[in-house]
């Protein structure tokens, strides 16, 4: 878990983005507040997500396996519901029927 949650933060680093991070681990009330607002679909079997989950203010975008295909897909700032800097390219997949 560890290694996921550095490795979201490294790369928010990287892109500039500010980000506030919540202790789950020590503060109950972030436990709780992560659990309530991580979708149903979106929670394991069991019901309980484990970190690292990842919110825009209230808005859920998803865990680090979608993270991670997000930056594998260069679309993280979609991913976070953010606008991309000017300049920055922005991947577009087109699906033909």
């Known amino acids: 878990i560890k290694k996921k949650q550095q490795d979201v933060l490294?790369?928010?680093?990287?892109?500039?983005?500010?980000?506030?991070?919540?202790?789950?681990?020590?503060?109950?009330?972030?436990?709780m507040w992560?659990?309530?607002n991580v979708p149903g679909e979106k929670k394991p079997s069991n019901g309980i997500p484990l970190p690292p989950q990842i919110f825009n203010e209230d808005n859920y975008?998803?865990?680090?396996?979608?993270?991670f295909?997000?930056?594998e897909d260069n679309s993280v700032y979609e991913f976070l519901g953010l606008?991309?800097?000017?300049?920055?390219?922005?991947?577009v997949v087109l699906t033909f029927v």
């Open 10 to 31: 490294g790369f928010l680093e990287a892109l500039k983005i500010e980000y506030a991070q919540l202790d789950i681990a020590s503060n109950e009330e972030n436990r």
């Open 34 to 36: 992560m659990r309530e």
């Open 61 to 67: 975008c998803g865990d680090y396996d979608t993270f």
């Open 69 to 71: 295909d997000a930056k």
């Open 83 to 91: 606008t991309p800097p000017p300049g920055f390219k922005v991947s």
